[in-house]
């Protein structure tokens, strides 16, 4: 988060935007000469921060109409309201210009939380709040229904994989992506596809498909000593728990707090694989973990989902392929992403985590046999010797 002045390039929006606080500062008690920078997306959406007179504070979405469309927004913050998350509540919405006044979860990321501790401490001290991000993403699911967001399908994961060959390899790399190329990376999508579709029975839920420590936000906090953390158990400890599982149906009603945490970015939900979030949780795009922290986590989750009746499976070794699996469709998307950002868009800031996507790609295909041919084509694009020790 910044506190940085609101900075124009178009002058005609900038009017439009000034005439519009105006008008809504009397309904909502606004104190327009506060409005400062809070943060910046990687789309072309911005939010600012404009204080009340009552002392409190709101978020204002600033999303220009002819690239950003707010109704998935609007939906998905009445999803999550439903299901007893913590999500912005929109308070004004100007459609047709594309401005929206929200409330305001704070100031304090997840991530800014976590990074506030050295590299020694982060993963004890970090314990609490992956649990209670373990409790958002149970409840979410919980209130999943089919028919209500646009599925996570083949034709979607199919575009996004597309990302890494277009994207990534051609334009940023440099790789000529010929026919053979193509083919063999055909076949690998196929595979990564199947598995993401069809483990644990095609189990589908809602998924956010960005949650993650810098979309969570640490409510009513101002500063990292207010966080009460737990030690929480040794790391690499834990383990299943083999107790009957309870019913394939999700349960009506949420049987954890979801209030601890609040949840942005949402608005790209989809209703599609059980796994993805969790997966997206524990495999970050700005922090990485140690692989005994990951699975005491992912353990975790598996263990509450089953508990609430979620359908992860009963064999959690099968649930953590999976989640590997659909991870790695994940990081060759967003190699995609982050390319297509820097030479598309003109934001280089986030080619400098593509090593980490890489690091947790090959990690994946060293595990898995038929993962193999990946791993050699991504050292192929790297210029990596390849080393392999598979476990599958």
Known sequence: MTDAPIAWTDPDRARAFNAWLLAATP????????????????SFRRYFRVHTAHGASCIIMDAPPAQEDCRPFVKVAGLMADAGLQAP???????????????DLGALTMLEVINQHNEAERPQRA??????????LVNWQLASRPDVLPAYDDALLSRELALFPDWYAEKHRGIAVDSTLRGKLDALFAQIKDSNLNALGGARVYVHRDF??????????????????????PLGKSTPHRDERGSATPKAHAVTSAGALGVLDFQDAVYGPITYDIASLMRD??????????????VRYWEQARKAGLPVGDDFGEFYRAVEWMGLQRHLKILGIFARLTLRDGKPKYLADT??????????????????????????????????????
């Open 285 to 298: 795009a700005f922090i990485s973990w140690p692989e005994d922290f990951v699975l005491e986590i992912t």
């Open 89 to 103: 509540r929109v308070l004004a919405w100007d459609e047709p210009q594309g401005f929206m006044l929200l409330s």
């Open 212 to 233: 993650m420590p810098r979309n969570l936000m640490v409510m009513g906090s101002s500063n990292v000593e207010s966080v009460q953390f737990s030690d929480g158990p």
């Open 27 to 42: 309904t909502h008690n606004l104190l327009p000469d506060t409005v400062r920078l809070a943060s910046a997306d990687a």
């Open 127 to 136: 314990y609490t709040l992956y649990r209670e991000a373990v409790d958002v």
């Open 355 to 392: 090593p980490r996507f890489i690091a947790y790609a090959r990690s994946t295909c060293a595990r898995y046999r038929a993962l193999g041919p990946l791993m050699v084509l991504l050292d192929e694009i790297e210029g990596n010797e390849t080393r392999v020790g598979y476990t599958f």
